[in-house]
């Protein structure tokens, strides 16, 4: 399972950082990422990072604002998301593959194949 938490309402130019506490499997041992949807709209990938760290995606809508990250020890992922826009405004939702999946980090980031998905987190960007 995976729990997000840490969204909230913040005033353009702000910051959140969004967390995914996993269960019942080992996130070290998976490609992780963040995705979201807005009202009215497609649910998008924002980040993802492969397993072992090596690869990291990032929309170009967020590059350079947000960054993806794990903790091992904690078995926890992480959105720190800076200068927010109006546009950011979303539901965010984490998501990991299966430990050691066959499914391509690829597939599992840009075509949301990953196996195991969170709670969504409100995050509003208003003034």
């Known amino acids: 399972q995976l729990q997000a938490s840490g969204g909230g309402l913040v005033q353009p130019g702000g910051s959140l950082r969004l967390s995914c506490a996993a269960s019942g499997f080992t996130l070290r041992y998976s490609a992780i990422g963040w995705f979201r949807q807005a009202p009215g709209k497609e649910r998008e990938w924002v980040s993802c990072?492969?397993?072992?760290?090596?690869?990291?995606h990032y929309a170009d809508s967020v590059k350079g604002r947000f960054t993806i990250s794990r903790d091992n020890a904690k078995n926890t992922m992480y959105l720190q998301m800076n200068s927010l826009k109006p546009e950011d405004t979303a539901v965010y939702y984490c998501a990991a593959s299966e430990p050691y999946s066959p499914i391509t980090f690829y597939s599992a980031c840009r075509r949301h194949r990953m196996e195991h998905w969170g709670n969504g987190t409100q995050v509003t960007v208003s003034s």
């Open positions: 990072l492969s397993r072992g760290d090596s690869t990291t």
